[in-house]
């Protein structure tokens, strides 16, 4: 079975810092993995995605992950953190196997950037 | 390129009341979820169609809930009777597949009084 961790309720961070989010996962084949963000009363806004290739991804806003297949993570991250990047991140897992597998959400993380 | 579109935004009704959510996806988008949200918690899916055909509906309690794609478009979520425990967000998203990254609508708010 799949599963996705994201071991923060809230992380705290000053504007012009850089910001972390951790996630770790569990699957059974290889993993898609996605960060995605919501706004107070807004559905998800996709970020960024690793399906195969580098383990560096770039995506919207800045932001980056760092896929580490040993670590079973899929940390985002921001060299400098902007009052505007406070929102709930999600972290998102399906297997890569086969096409029945669904994504599966954490949580969720609120991060909060204060000037 | 409009995005996903839910309506309504918001939902109040008394128990045992009927409800229905409607969704129309992304333009080319042949999949669509629906999600439920509790406050607090990430999105956890109801049913996930691959155009017309339901393909996964093992977490939607089927007792009270239905949902429908007719002619793999927009598609329609409802519940019958309402209980108080079912308020939360109702998500709507679509996908060019299943393995491609969703978009999300901006969900509609139920409250059950």
């Known amino acids: 079975a799949q599963s996705v961790a994201q071991p923060e309720d809230q992380v705290n961070v000053a504007e012009g810092n850089p910001l972390t989010v951790k996630c770790t996962y569990s699957?059974?084949?290889?993993?898609?993995l996605f960060w995605y963000v919501q706004y107070p009363n807004r559905g998800l806004q996709f970020l960024l995605k690793?399906?195969?290739?580098?383990?560096l991804v770039k995506g919207s806003y800045g932001f980056e992950a760092e896929f580490n297949k040993s670590q079973t993570s899929f940390h985002l991250k921001k060299p400098s953190a902007l009052v505007s990047d406070s929102a709930l991140y999600f972290c998102?897992?399906?297997?890569?196997?086969?096409?029945?597998?669904?994504?599966?959400f954490g949580k969720g993380t609120k991060l909060s950037v204060k000037p | 390129e409009a995005g996903v579109v839910q309506s309504p935004r918001y939902k109040i009704i008394e128990k045992k009341q009927p409800v229905a959510f409607w969704c129309n996806p992304i333009?080319?988008?042949?999949?669509l979820y629906w999600y439920l949200q509790n406050l607090g918690q990430g999105p956890e899916l109801l049913i996930r169609?691959?155009?017309?055909?339901?393909?996964?509906d093992s977490q939607l309690p089927k007792d009270r809930f239905s949902a429908e794609r007719l002619k793999g478009v927009d598609s329609t979520l409802k519940i019958q009777p309402a209980e108080l425990g079912d308020s939360a967000v109702y998500l709507c998203?679509?996908?060019?597949?299943?393995?491609?990254?969703?978009?999300f609508g901006p969900g509609t708010r139920l409250t059950v009084l």
């Open positions: 998203a679509s996908s060019l597949n299943s393995y491609n990254e969703q978009f």
């Open positions: 699957v059974s084949g290889n993993p898609y």
């Open positions: 690793y399906i195969t290739g580098d383990n």
């Open positions: 998102a897992v399906r297997d890569g196997r086969g096409s029945q597998g669904n994504l599966i």
């Open positions: 333009s080319g988008h042949n999949t």
């Open positions: 169609y691959e155009n017309e055909e339901a393909v996964d």
